[in-house]
Every structure is written in structure tokens, then in C-alpha cells.
């Protein structure tokens, strides 16, 4: 059962851009990190980007840093991922995700600390 609705992603050229949308399926949800997480064929899921609830904290894998960022909607309830620059690197579906329980500073990319997950949605970098 998934807990979020993600839209936003699609079939994009190197270079160009996209916005990832992500919110609760029909309940508020009080967390204490949310972000996006993705998984290449093949290989591992990782974090990409997250943030903690407060927003003091937010945690960049090294391979999105200076093309992407995160921001949240005024209620707090909806987290977007701003993607530019985009490579064939970046293929992969998305997961937005979020965790319940506090996490610990250093640990916002762990997979393992978020207990709330959505469906994913494919992202595709291609020319």
C-alpha cells in the first residue's frame, strides 16, 4: 500500500528539466524528514535529496548537488523535486518518502529511516 501520489515525471533531453510533485494520498501526515529516492535498473535504491521537518537540515547525494533542490508547498504536506540540468545518469524511477520517526543528522539519505513511500514515477533522460 502505497501512502503518497507522485506525478511529474516523463521522458526529458540531457539538459533539460523537470519538476516531481509529491503529496499524502488523502491523510496529513506528520513526519520528521521527507525527500526523493531513486533506483536506476540494476542497481540500489539511493537518496537523492531530503530535508527535515524544521527545513535546517537537508542532506544532497553528491551527484544532484547544484542540480536539483527540494521545496515544500505552505502547508508542508507536499514536497516538490526541481531537476535541471538533467543527465542520462538521472535516468530512474523517483520515490518520494517520508519518515516518522526523527532522524538522526547525517542519516536524511538512508533509505532505512523512511517508513512512508510512494508508487515511484519513471523519469527518463534520453535524446
Known amino acids: 500500500q502505497y501512502q503518497f501520489v507522485e506525478s511529474g515525471g516523463g521522458l526529458v533531453q540531457p539538459g533539460g528539466s523537470l519538476r516531481l510533485s509529491c503529496a499524502p494520498d488523502?491523510?496529513?501526515?506528520?513526519?520528521?524528514?521527507i525527500g526523493w529516492f531513486r533506483q536506476a535498473p540494476g542497481k540500489e535504491r539511493e537518496g537523492v535529496l531530503c530535508?527535515?521537518?524544521?527545513?535546517?537540515?537537508?542532506q544532497y547525494a553528491d551527484s544532484v548537488k547544484g542540480r536539483f533542490t527540494i521545496s515544500r508547498s505552505a502547508d508542508e504536506n507536499t514536497v516538490y523535486l526541481h531537476m535541471s540540468s538533467l543527465e542520462p545518469e538521472d535516468t530512474a524511477v523517483y520515490y518520494c518518502?517520508?519518515?516518522?520517526?526523527?532522524?538522526?543528522?547525517?542519516?536524511?539519505?538512508?533509505?532505512?529511516?523512511?517508513?512512508?513511500w510512494g508508487q515511484g514515477t519513471q523519469v527518463t533522460v534520453s535524446s
Open positions: 530535508i527535515n521537518r524544521s527545513g535546517r537540515s537537508t
Open positions: 518518502a517520508a519518515a516518522s520517526l526523527p532522524v538522526a543528522p547525517g542519516r536524511l539519505l538512508v533509505v532505512n529511516e523512511y517508513d512512508y
Open positions: 488523502g491523510f496529513t501526515l506528520d513526519y520528521y524528514a
